[in-house]
């Protein structure tokens, strides 16, 4: 893995070339090309690189986690999408959340792949000092898992009303680790939790861990089992360690997952900057799920150069919605990992950021209810998004807020935050 501080080379040649890697560097310049010609009309992202509308800063550093939501982000920088917004993106690999939050507050780095709700706990000061951010589009939707060890599988632990049974039946703790305290994962983990009857704050034991370590402390028993994006559990499902016994998306279909996070100010500073990222970025996403083919070259490059972690038939499975779940199961996914879905999975909705600070108040990481809509329309970036959508050419949806309806059949509308927050039969006390 390359060092946290050292930005990935963004055209070097692959660590060990022969005739494999020299393809597949033939295939980016192509690809390349492609995506070129593929473009959507110039115009407006000409005279943004440009003219009067030319981006304040041209260089920029984006961290990213090596896990496959990170995709967008690289294919932007090795295809070129950025260049033709005029600005220079440098894929900073980061080993954890924790890091990607604390170089966003010191301005290391200029934008990051960051967890949902990792920014909008940076926002109300939930995890360290209170900072403005931003929130300027969605990354990916779906795509996250939960996996519990094999220890659990043998005995006879196999979905959530079995692991609430042996959770009830007492004689030791439960441990599951998520990967951030406000971020996307701990809200899967416990939201699954709770809808079996499980209360993870009381029942169980949840830590914290970065996501390339979790496979190796179920190895050792250190935790029975987590919640955590690709690769890691696929791999754990190829190294006998575990089992998947829910998808992100079995908890809430076409869920938001990972952002592009800023800081406030430095959008303000560099708004055209900040608009050729997103539209890049977007670019990038639409590329991709133009076909299965590019999805899975995007994985060959993505896997090859250590971007992610795991190897290539790792990823691309799980990338193209095929799933096995360790027990004998096998699936195509209704709602598979999604990083345009026609606009709709990049558009940061209103109503996805105030359902998880209605998470974050449902688990006492918040006192009191913050004005949930006032602070959804404060991050979410929603005028830089739509600049960057128009000069993408990408669709936009109709609204600003969307309904969903989640495991348990609580329907998720953002119009009474509060009473949606207060009404759980499982949360922490006030």
Known sequence: MKPADTPTPLASPLPRPHAADAGRRRWLRQAAGMAAAAAVPLTHATAWASGSDAPEKTRVRVGYLPV????????????????????????????SWNDVAARLASGRLDFAHALYGLVYGMQLGVEGPRQDMAVLMNLSQNGQGITLSNRLQQAGVVDGESLRKAIARGGRQYTFAQTFPTGTHAMWLYYWLASHGVDPLKEARPVTAPPARMVADTRRGAMDGFCVGEPWNARAIADGIGFSVATSQDIWADHPENVLGARQDFVNQNPNTARAVVAAIIEAGMWMEASRENMRRSAQVLTSRRYIEGGYNLVIGRMLGHYTNGLGKSWTDKHPLRFYGGGAATFPYLSDGMWFLTQHKRWGLLREHPDYLAVARRVNRLDVYRQAAAAAGAGLPPAEMRASRLMDGTLWTGLDPAGYADGFKIKAAA
């Open 68 to 95: 496959t939501d990170c995709a967008p982000i690289v294919m932007a920088s090795l295809l070129g999408f950025d260049r033709k917004y005029g600005v220079t993106l440098v894929p900073t690999q980061i080993a």
